[in-house]
């Protein structure tokens, strides 16, 4: 059983930049493809960014550019960062994880999800 915790969301303006950290525990969390993803208020939870155990990273096309995520296997620490940020940003950001080197897509393929973080971004 894996636990996540995402930390970092906040209010900011447009073309501010933020950085969220999604801690893990309980598992071996360099066995498992991780990945950020949002939902917007009325919309289904998208991709953000995925990556796999072996540090492979994709993005969605949205955010490509502007966001860099990146894992720390030494501190079960999954990261993204985001610059250049956009009114459509907005949303709760969410970090997931499952088992396997893979890199997961696709949001029903995860198995375990932080509780998600507010990201608003507003002049």
């Known amino acids: 059983q894996v636990q996540l915790v995402e930390s970092g969301g906040g209010l900011v303006q447009p073309g501010g930049s933020l950085r969220l950290s999604c801690a893990a525990s309980?598992?071996?969390?360099?066995?498992?493809?991780v990945g950020w993803f949002r939902q917007a208020p009325g919309k289904e939870r998208q991709l953000v960014a995925v990556?796999?155990?072996?540090?492979?990273?994709r993005y969605a096309d949205s955010v490509k550019g502007r966001f860099t995520g990146s894992r720390d296997n030494a501190k079960n620490a999954l990261y993204l960062q985001m610059n250049s940020l956009k009114l459509e940003d907005t949303a709760v950001y969410y970090c997931?994880?499952?088992?396997?080197?893979?890199?997961?897509?696709?949001?029903?393929?995860?198995?375990?999800w932080g509780q998600g973080t507010q990201v608003t971004v507003s002049s």
């Open positions: 997931a994880a499952k088992s396997g080197c893979t890199s997961f897509t696709r949001a029903n393929e995860y198995d375990y």
């Open positions: 309980g598992g071996t969390f360099s066995r498992y493809g």
């Open positions: 990556i796999n155990c072996g540090g492979g990273i």
